[in-house]
């Protein structure tokens, strides 16, 4: 990205930005380089600086930081620049621990071990800051842990002009592609996509304290699982509690 690719996007409309900075420099140019290996930091950062001088109140950018273990060893020090740098009502925060989701060289990296464990901690260190959390907005508000992919009018237009619904680990698989975009215009398979936004609830789902936020749909791809299911309810805890102290 550049300023002048920043302007053109407002211009035209697009208005919601979600960009990753894994952390200080050093951390995330140790995953995040270009193909030369020159870091992308320093870019991404002055960037991030170039929203401040945007005067409209649609645009805002969701900053994104994958954790690994070495971004949360040094996760106070980033905090702490979050803050001094990233201020304005413009910007929100969002901490996620780095999966590996089986591509290119996933199994190079170390993971953290306690997700759940990892990112309370990290919105409880936020608190020093009053950092505007996404999770606040994100995993509080009803259906608002309903994936994307989930939703009826949600596709995605890959490089190719394929149409589709995951961006994540099921981004090159077929049952992911609903149709195509090319000259003669967009074609979908509704009753493919269907898959991914219809179906019933499981028993287990009726009883959660979070249904009326996920409604089964955190994941459609894996819907049969629900290992997933207790991190998300203690981060809604934790997001409410971080609600109630950054709006007091
Ligand atoms: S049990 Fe899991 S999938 Fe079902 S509503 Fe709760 S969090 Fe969502």
């Known amino acids: 990205m550049t300023p002048e690719m920043i302007d053109n996007f407002i211009s035209n409309n697009i208005f919601r930005y ?3 900075v ?3 420099e050093k951390d995330h140019d140790s995953s995040r380089y ?3 290996k020159q870091g992308s930091w320093k870019t991404i950062i002055e960037n991030l600086k170039y929203f401040k001088t945007i005067n409209n109140k649609n645009v805002s950018v969701l900053i994104r930081s994958n954790i690994t273990p070495s971004i949360y ?4 020090e980033w905090l702490e620049y979050l803050h001094n740098n990233f201020n304005e009502p413009i910007f929100r925060m969002h901490f996620e621990t780095a999966k590996n989701f089986g591509k290119m060289n ?3 990296f170390n993971l953290i071990e306690n997700e759940t464990e990892t990112v309370l901690d990290i919105i409880e260190r936020a608190k020093k800051w009053y950092l505007p959390l996404e999770l606040v907005g994100f995993r509080t508000l009803p259906f608002s842990m309903v994936c994307y992919a989930a939703r009826q009018f949600h596709y995605i237009v890959d490089y190719n002009g394929e149409i589709k619904k995951c961006t994540s680990a099921s981004l090159d698989e077929p049952y992911n592609i609903m149709g195509a975009l090319d000259s003669s215009g967009v074609k979908i398979d ?6 991914w936004t219809s179906y019933e609830l499981s028993e287990k789902c009726k009883t959660c304290d979070i249904l009326g936020l996920c409604y089964r749909r955190k994941c459609p791809v894996s819907k049969e699982n629900f290992h997933n299911c207790n991190h998300l309810i203690e981060t809604y805890y934790k997001g409410l509690e971080y609600y109630y102290l950054t709006n007091k």
């Open 22 to 24: 894994d952390g200080m």
């Open 34 to 36: 270009l193909a030369g």
């Open 18 to 20: 979600q960009i990753t």
């Open 73 to 76: 060893h040094n996760i106070d």
């Open 190 to 195: 509704y009753k493919k996509a269907a898959k």
């Open 106 to 108: 996933d199994f190079n």
